[in-house]
């Protein structure tokens, strides 16, 4: 089973996380920003995950420790979930409209971490949440998955839906990119061998 749970606990953070990669998309999301909760729950329903998050922070200063913390978990139960990678597609790409929204996303699950993010959010907040922290979670998600990660705003005015529509987009970026590519399953996809 392709599935992993990671803890993390330091000063700042205490996180459980649950990843099933062949899931259905079910999620239990108590991270402890609501605004986060709706983004993760969008992004295991459109990649087909199953993701549960129980995570408490020093959110009294701002989600900016959780947030990151929070991708960093769930990067390495990726990286976990995941294995030496044999059978996977390796790449995912999707161009998802979200109303006025339109995003690009792409990821190479390479081994080498690396994230281009050129989402630009005309607001600094969703209600209580720092927009610029989403560039931190995906930083903290590619340093543990080891992958390269491109975000691309085509167009967008909206927020709200520039967001949304980065996290449904990875999500199925991400599911194309873990799953097992039919006839190729006992093969690791590079001619190094190894990932």
């Known amino acids: 089973m392709r599935s992993a749970t990671i803890k993390r606990n330091t000063a700042e953070t205490k996180i459980k996380l649950t990843l099933d990669l062949d899931g259905s998309g ?4 108590k991270s ?6 709706h983004m993760l729950t969008l992004f295991a329903s459109h990649g087909r995950f199953d ?3 129980c995570g408490t922070g020093d959110t009294w200063v701002d989600y900016h420790h959780l947030v990151e913390d929070t991708g960093i978990v769930l ?11 044999m059978g996977i597609r390796r ?5 998802l409209p979200m109303d006025e929204s339109l995003i690009l996303t792409a ?7 690396f994230l281009d993010y050129r989402i630009e959010v005309p607001t600094e907040k969703v209600g209580d949440f720092d927009t610029e922290l989403c560039e931190e979670f995906w930083n903290g998600f590619v340093r543990k998955a080891e992958c390269a990660m491109h975000f691309q705003m085509l167009s967008g005015k909206n927020s709200h839906h520039i967001l949304e529509g980065s996290f449904k987009s990875m999500g199925r970026s991400l599911r194309d990119a873990v799953s097992i ?7 690791i996809p590079s001619t190094k061998g190894v990932l």
Not at 26 to 29: E, V
Not at 91 to 95: A, E, F, K, L, N
Not at 107 to 113: A, E, H, W
Request: aromatic residues 12%.
């Open 26 to 29: 079910k999620a239990d999301i």
């Open 51 to 53: 993701l549960i998050v």
């Open 75 to 85: 990067g390495e139960a990726f990286k976990n979930a995941l294995g030496d990678k």
């Open 181 to 187: 590519d039919a006839g190729f399953e006992n093969e």
């Open 91 to 95: 790449y995912g790409d999707t161009i």
């Open 32 to 37: 402890g920003c609501g605004f986060l909760d």
């Open 107 to 113: 990821v190479d699950f390479s081994g080498r971490s």
